[in-house]
């Protein structure tokens, strides 16, 4: 009689690809469903190739979920106070008509009374606390940063409203990104004397 296997079972395999639309219905739960990380894994892969990465606005839900629960209505786009959401065009094919923002250029400004959120009417944008949101994360150019090369600079510090969590600084005053901490705003970047600026956000995929 031959011993149990200890080996993971393969993953299960779909009888046909998925089109794009599919994976959009498909979704994160739908992933969950079919039970393995690593069909999960093989979905989201290809949803990297179809949909643009951007930085959604506070709030949001994963990418998948998002694209699908999202109505293109527009209304935290028109809530904005400083109108940083914008919407995508038709490039963005599947993602055309759903709100983002460009933090290494217009940042989001943290609300104290999140309206972006609040204005989303089927849940896409949670309203959560914006120290809970994430749009990216910033990273530090050392070799450039005018307080790392001995000179006197704090703006990304001063600008950052989540300033000794986000952004702290050693006994020199030189500024550390805390990734715990940074919600990807990109006021940080907008305040950088540098050129080219010296910090500024990556964009992470939310799932």
């Known amino acids: 009689m031959s011993e149990p296997s200890d080996s993971p079972k393969p993953a299960p ?3 046909t690809p998925l089109s794009r639309e599919e994976l959009l219905r498909f979704g994160t739960g739908g992933m969950r469903e079919l039970g393995t990380q690593a069909l999960a894994t093989a979905i989201a892969g290809v949803v990297e190739k179809v949909l643009p990465l951007v930085s959604r606005p506070p ?3 994963g990418e ?3 694209l699908m629960t999202c109505t293109r209505c527009g209304a935290c786009s028109d809530a904005c106070p400083p109108h940083a959401i914008k919407v995508l065009d038709e490039s963005a094919g599947l993602a055309a008509g759903t709100p983002f923002l ?3 250029t217009k ?3 943290v609300c104290l009374d999140p309206r972006c959120m609040k204005a989303c009417p089927t849940g896409a944008l949670q309203v959560i606390p914006m120290h ?3 749009m990216g994360l910033a990273t530090l150019e050392k ?3 005018i307080a790392w090369l001995g000179g006197n600079c704090s703006r990304c510090f001063n600008a950052c409203p989540l300033r000794d969590e986000a952004i702290v600084r050693d006994d020199a005053s030189r500024p550390y990104i805390d990734p715990r901490s940074c919600i990807g705003c990109g006021l940080c970047v907008t305040v950088c004397p540098t050129s080219p600026k010296s910090i500024r956000v990556e964009l992470e995929r939310k799932w």
């Open 132 to 134: 809970e949101t994430s």
């Open 13 to 15: 395999m779909l009888e």
């Open 102 to 104: 460009d933090v290494n």
């Open 143 to 145: 070799d450039t940063c």
């Open 59 to 61: 709030g949001a839900i």
């Open 107 to 109: 940042p989001c400004v």
């Open 64 to 66: 998948m979920d998002f």
